[in-house]
């Protein structure tokens, strides 16, 4: 019995010598293995500097090239660990890992779809030249200057400077109207005037009103004015002229002073703009009893 747990206490001792050299065999490689993930690291961040800087020359897209730049980095540091995992001779190690990351992958996959759709679609966002930074844009029940586009969202700044963050896969499914697009858009002015007015001078005063006061509109004539139904108290009508924006926010600056000269102008002319009017009528005379009236009178 003695001698049975001697010498089991010797194989014990002789194994954890041979850990023990191992180790001390493996710490140049541990050392170097270290370094050269540190390396990787390092070399990952200024590749990334270096590509987004190329690629930004080349493509006028910000997103691709923030893309392709993060990718790079991944590239570098992915490099950098199979080089350590070989160093330190796990190339069984690595063969497992990456079998496992193929089975791991395939889960994931399938828990993260939303996730991954998002990531797909922004990849595909990024690659359309009809959105880019800085575009006025409006989709989803939202309005405004597209100030990210990356792999998990799309991010939009409005006109109160308020951010809507929006998942990328509704960017992709949904309609989007790019305000940027054209240099062109069209101010619908909408008002009525009052039933005595001379509608022919209404129109030729707002034609005129618009013409000289925004230099897009060349001549009264490229003014549309277009009277739409005979409203409540006044006869309404409707006004398009076409200014140079790409944003939002230059054509209600452009509406505003649309309103505000021709309010000037049909007051400068008498023109009156009526607000709603409501006549209350009664159809039932009340009858009065002028003996009570005349008694009750008498008694006070």
Same mark, same amino acid.
């Given at each position: 019995m003695k001698d049975t747990i001697g010498k089991a206490f010797a194989d014990l001792i002789e194994k954890l010598q041979g850990w023990l050299s191992a180790i001390i065999e493996s710490i140049p490689n541990l050392?170097?293995?270290?370094?050269?993930?540190?390396?990787?690291?390092?070399?990952?961040?200024?590749?990334?500097?270096?590509?987004?800087?190329?690629?930004?020359?080349?493509?006028?897209?910000?997103? +691709?090239? @923030?893309?392709?730049?993060?990718?790079?980095?991944?590239?570098?540091? *992915?490099?950098?660990?199979? #080089? %350590?995992? !070989? +160093?330190? @001779?796990?190339?069984?190690?690595?063969?497992?890992?990456?079998?496992? *990351?193929?089975?791991?992958? #395939? %889960?994931? !996959?399938?828990?993260?779809?939303?996730?991954?759709?998002?990531?797909?679609?922004?990849?595909?966002?990024?690659?359309?030249?009809?959105?880019?930074?800085?575009?006025?844009?409006?989709?989803?029940?939202?309005?405004?200057?597209?100030?990210?586009?990356?792999?998990?969202?799309?991010?939009?700044?409005?006109?109160?400077?308020?951010?809507?963050i929006i998942p990328n896969k509704m960017i992709l499914e949904n309609p989007l109207k790019n305000y940027s697009l054209t240099t062109r858009m069209r101010v619908v002015l909408e008002c009525g005037v009052g039933y005595e007015s001379d509608l022919e001078e209404v129109e030729r005063l707002t034609k005129e009103t618009i013409a000289n006061k925004f230099e897009q509109v060349n001549d009264p004539e490229d003014v549309e004015f277009y009277y739409t139904e005979f409203g409540g108290s006044s006869i309404n009508y409707m006004c398009r002229f076409?200014?140079?924006?790409?944003?939002?926010?230059?054509?209600?600056?452009?509406?505003?002073?649309?309103?505000i000269e021709v309010k000037k102008a049909y007051d400068k002319a008498n023109i009156n703009i009526p607000f709603p009017i409501r006549t209350l009528q009664f159809d039932n005379k009340l009858a009065l009893d002028k003996s009570a009236l005349t008694e009750k009178h008498n008694s006070n």
């Open positions: 050392i170097l293995a270290i370094l050269v993930m540190f390396t990787a690291y390092i070399v990952a961040r200024y590749t990334r500097k270096f590509v987004l800087k190329l690629v930004e020359k080349r493509v006028d897209q910000k997103s +691709i090239a @923030n893309i392709i730049a993060k990718i790079s980095a991944v590239v570098v540091v *992915a490099a950098g660990l199979f #080089l %350590a995992l !070989g +160093i330190l @001779n796990l190339s069984k190690m690595l063969t497992s890992l990456l079998a496992g *990351a193929g089975v791991a992958g #395939l %889960a994931i !996959g399938l828990a993260l779809q939303g996730t991954l759709s998002n990531t797909f679609a922004g990849v595909v966002i990024s690659f359309r030249k009809r959105i880019q930074l800085g575009n006025w844009v409006e989709t989803n029940g939202y309005s405004g200057e597209v100030v990210d586009v990356n792999l998990k969202e799309f991010v939009l700044k409005e006109a109160d400077n308020n951010l809507v076409w200014i140079d924006a790409e944003s939002m926010l230059e054509k209600l600056k452009a509406k505003t002073r649309a309103i």
